[in-house]
């Protein structure tokens, strides 16, 4: 068993399974409007996925993802399939280099540029993650204190046994090398 960190994030349920199914590896996030005054930080470097199907919008997910949408297939319960690790956080306050990202991960441009300008502060986080999906995944019930729209929901003590990363590592540091190039060409 591997000690887990006792925070998971809440993430849209169809970029939790294109992360595990490593169809993905990054993720751009601006936060839950619960957030703190400043929005979304990287409280975390370690964390458990957590698939939620609140606001999951389909007309902000690029094609080749949306045959991913379901239904949620346990209501009132948390199906947590992977955990993961920050491999490199990049502040994007382009808006040209947020959208250069749109290849990497499963939000349409639209929507990209809608979380850029939310709540008019302009700057996004793009996300790179090494996912490694749980032999099990852990089931729980959905407690209140882990309802609403906020980004990090506290676990408590849990223990997980995670499988090998969902990319193997030369991919994802050959990915990483991409979105740096990408970010770099696109930023004044």
């Given amino acids: 068993m591997t000690p887990t960190?006792?925070?998971a994030l809440k993430e849209w349920d169809t970029q939790c399974q294109a992360l595990v199914a490593g169809q993905s590896a990054l993720l751009i996030r601006k936060g839950g409007i619960m957030e703190t005054h400043d929005g979304f930080e990287v409280e975390h470097r370690r964390f458990l996925l957590y698939p939620t199907f609140l606001?999951?919008?389909p007309a902000e997910l690029r094609p080749e993802f949306t045959g991913r949408l379901r239904?949620?297939?346990r209501p009132?319960?948390?199906?947590?399939?992977?955990?993961?690790?920050v491999v490199a956080i990049h502040r994007v306050e382009s808006l040209e280099a947020a959208l250069a990202l749109e290849p990497y991960q499963a939000l349409t441009a639209g929507a990209i540029e809608r979380r850029f300008h939310y709540r008019n502060r302009p700057w996004v986080h793009a996300l790179l993650l090494r996912v490694r999906p749980l032999r099990e995944p852990l089931v729980?019930?959905?407690?209140p204190e882990?309802?609403?729209c906020v980004s990090?929901?506290?676990?408590?003590?849990?223990?997980?046994e995670a499988g090998a990363p969902a990319?193997?590592?030369?991919e994802l540091e050959r990915l990483g090398t991409e979105i740096e190039a990408r970010l770099k060409a696109h930023t004044s």
């Fill in 5 to 7: 960190p006792h925070t």
């Fill in 55 to 57: 606001h999951q919008n």
């Fill in 71 to 73: 239904d949620d297939p």
């Fill in 76 to 85: 009132g319960q948390i199906v947590l399939p992977a955990l993961a690790e």
């Fill in 140 to 143: 729980l019930d959905e407690t």
């Fill in 146 to 148: 882990m309802l609403g």
């Fill in 152 to 160: 990090w929901v506290p676990m408590g003590d849990l223990e997980v």
């Fill in 167 to 170: 990319l193997p590592g030369a």
